[in-house]
């Protein structure tokens, strides 16, 4: 058991770009979650998947925003044209469907848009 | 709807002191609360849990907290502050069935030498 990983951990970017992030759950948990945290904020909920089916979204991704968990292992978060305002720590987390309530989490992309 | 107020965004106490990071919650079910800890550019990570057994929850590396329903709180303490404690601490609060956590705001703990 290695951890929930978090590709790349950190990415730079121009304002207009397109930028894609990778998170690989811990192998046996079927649960996956997208958080932002913004600085000196807590994490927000993003989105959840359980499986490769995405169940919840949150209002705050915005149709720029764009997750995709395409055989029940790892997700991929896109943001499309991004904004000054993505600036932020995106975090991922997992959990086995059995224990929601534990959520482990990777230890983050932190974007930067210029 | 879920929230979480933490009192203090800033918590500043001596090396060998009390640690009381604050966290009241507002919930319409029964809640499941939640501390984690989160160092520098790291995630978080899970110092204890609530879900409804026992009040008083002993978690990770010397931390515990109390669930106080009558006062909706679920303060953190730990009874001597070590260096190695000054981290960003959030309370969030969830329930049984809900998909999702709902963090505070976080407290930076500081400790002095």
């Known amino acids: 058991d290695t951890g929930v990983s978090q590709n790349p951990r950190h990415k730079i970017t121009k304002r207009g770009q397109n930028v894609t992030f990778r998170c690989d759950p811990i192998s046996e948990h079927n649960r996956l979650y997208w958080y932002r945290q913004t600085l000196g904020q807590g994490p927000e909920f993003l989105t959840y998947?359980?499986?490769?089916?995405?169940?919840?979204k949150s209002r705050l991704l915005s149709d720029r925003f764009s997750a995709e968990r395409p055989k029940g292992s790892f997700s991929t978060l896109e943001i499309q044209r991004t904004e000054q305002g993505d600036s932020a720590m995106y975090l991922c987390?997992?959990?086995?469907?059995?224990?929601?309530?534990?959520?482990?989490f990777g230890p983050g992309t932190r974007l930067t848009v210029l | 709807a879920q929230s979480v107020t933490q009192l203090g965004s800033h918590v500043s106490v001596s090396e060998g002191a009390l640690v009381l990071l604050r966290c009241n919650y507002s919930?319409?079910?029964?809640?499941?609360l939640f501390w984690y800890v989160q160092y520098p550019n790291q995630g978080l990570q899970l110092l204890l849990k609530y879900t409804s057994a026992a009040t008083l929850v002993k978690g990770i590396n010397g931390f515990e907290a109390e669930f106080k329903k009558s006062e909706t709180s679920f303060h953190l303490t730990k009874p001597s502050a070590h260096m190695s404690d000054a981290a960003e601490y959030f309370c969030?609060?969830?329930?049984?069935?809900?998909?999702?956590?709902?963090f505070g705001q976080g407290t930076r703990l500081t400790i002095n030498p």
């Open positions: 969030a609060v969830s329930h049984q069935g809900a998909q999702k956590l709902v």
């Open positions: 987390a997992s959990s086995l469907e059995g224990a929601p309530d534990t959520q482990y």
């Open positions: 919930s319409s079910v029964p809640p499941y």
């Open positions: 998947f359980q499986n490769e089916a995405q169940l919840e």
